[in-house]
């Protein structure tokens, strides 16, 4: 096969921008190309720093880092390059398709929150997902769904046939593992985060319900002022004032510690550094942090909603994202139970060994092959 992949959205930049989708994106492309394949992949983007075997790399002169001018040059430039360079099927990494392609396309959808949430979005990004990506998934001839969940919000949303709505979860990289003790009370002496504390990694905003996680935590420091001091990491979203006014009202100053954005680079010793995860979020396409902290041994409690319950099988304890005395309570058992923690560091190592970006890039691959029927 001769396999187009239109990596646009792909940044090394280190700001909050660089996780999530570019996630996907950078570790895929890195895991196909290691793959070593007879294939003829030809990946189209703009970020010139990026390196990977087995690629051919097409750099865009237009600025597609400007989504509008990304927006023109998919739809009107990119499909003649696919028919200039023979490209046999189209992996559109991120929602939309070239609607003017010929060639039989794949799509990646992550998740509709521009649809069940859309105030979250501006309202030119909303309106151009919400009528871009379902004419994409509708004519691309596989849609991979990063979670069972986003399948089903496909199938029910964009009136997708469940046949052609493939699941294939995320991997985790290497890089996130268990660190040498050494090397993480180095790190804690550094931050001068002297003993084992409470972590949430995302971005500040309602959707990922950082706010019950504060109540939560007040409520359990109510109970027992020994409790560890939590640490909220993170670039600010919107709306992010009203999570610090609730620190503030409820007398947790002291307590709470908002580092900001982590680098990725970084954020493994955060992970191994935290004695508790906790991720109480409303909605997720996949919830790669869940995934992340468990590689990195670190015992996790999460919400019951949409994706997260497939990401962490059984190796989480799972509370409902509005259920406040729950989680407290969720907290505060895992924290003081020696045995609990140790049963689900190892639950968590073991599901984490599960999601590897070799069998993602295998799986894809495969997928490629059904769009073309062979």
Known sequence: MHIGLNAQLLTLRQNYRGAGINTYIFHLLRAIGELELPHHCTVFLGERGFRAENLDLHYTRWPTHHPAVRIVWEQLVLPELLRRTGVEVLHAMAFVIPLLARCPSVVTIYDLSFLRYPQAFRPFNRWYLSHFTPLSARRAQRVIAISESTRQDVIRYLHVAPERVEVIHCGVSPSFRPLRASEVERFRRERQLFDPFILF???????????????????????????????????????????????????????????????????????????????????????????????????????????????????????????????????????????????MIERGLARAREHTWTRVAVQTVQTYQRALGV
């Open 201 to 343: 990694v995302g971005t500040l905003e309602p959707r990922k319900n950082v706010e019950l996680l504060v109540r939560a935590y007040a409520r359990w420091r109510a109970q027992d002022p020994r409790a560890p001091r939590l640490v909220i990491a993170g670039a600010k979203g919107w709306y992010f004032e009203t999570i610090f006014r609730t620190v503030t009202r409820l007398g947790l100053d002291n307590n709470v510690f908002f580092p900001g954005y982590i680098s990725a680079e970084e954020l493994p010793l955060w992970y191994n550094a935290a004695g508790l995860f906790v991720y109480p979020s409303l909605f997720e396409g996949f919830g790669l942090p869940v995934l992340e902290a468990m590689a990195c041994g670190t015992p996790v409690i999460c919400s019951n909603a949409s994706s997260l319950p497939e990401v962490a099988g059984d190796a989480a304890v799972l509370v409902a994202p509005d259920d406040e005395v729950g989680l407290a309570e969720a907290m505060r058992t895992v924290w003081e139970s020696a045995g609990l923690r140790q049963t």
